[in-house]
Nanobody, 115 residues
């Protein structure tokens, strides 16, 4: 099993930045793709960005050029650097990790962007 713990959320003004972290523990050997998703009130959970174990990245169009996903395999941690934040980025941000054939999720961290 894999446990994921997100941190780094908070309240920020529009135009500001935040850096989210997601640390994996447990059976972390051979964790595959990791990603960030978000869910705003009343909306479905949506993709933000993903990164493979080899470092290949994929971004949703609405965060491209503003957000950067990265990972440190030695620390089993994935990061999300969020710049130029907008009020519409307000959501609970979840990380996930693919281990063997199962997808694991963290509990989420709240990001609130004020206008």
């Amino acid at each position: 099993h894999v446990q994921l713990v997100e941190s780094g959320g908070g309240l920020v003004q529009a135009g500001g930045s935040l850096r989210l972290s997601c640390a994996a523990s447990g059976s972390t050997f051979s964790i595959g793709t990791m990603g960030w998703y978000r869910q705003a009130p009343g909306k479905q959970r949506e993709l933000v960005a993903t990164i493979t174990s080899g470092g290949s990245t994929n971004y949703a169009d609405y965060v491209k050029d503003r957000f950067t996903i990265s990972r440190d395999n030695t620390k089993n941690t994935v990061y999300l650097q969020m710049n130029s934040l907008k009020p519409e980025d307000t959501a609970v941000y979840y990380c996930n990790a693919l281990y063997l054939v199962r997808l694991y999720w963290g509990q989420g961290t709240q990001v609130t962007v004020s206008s």
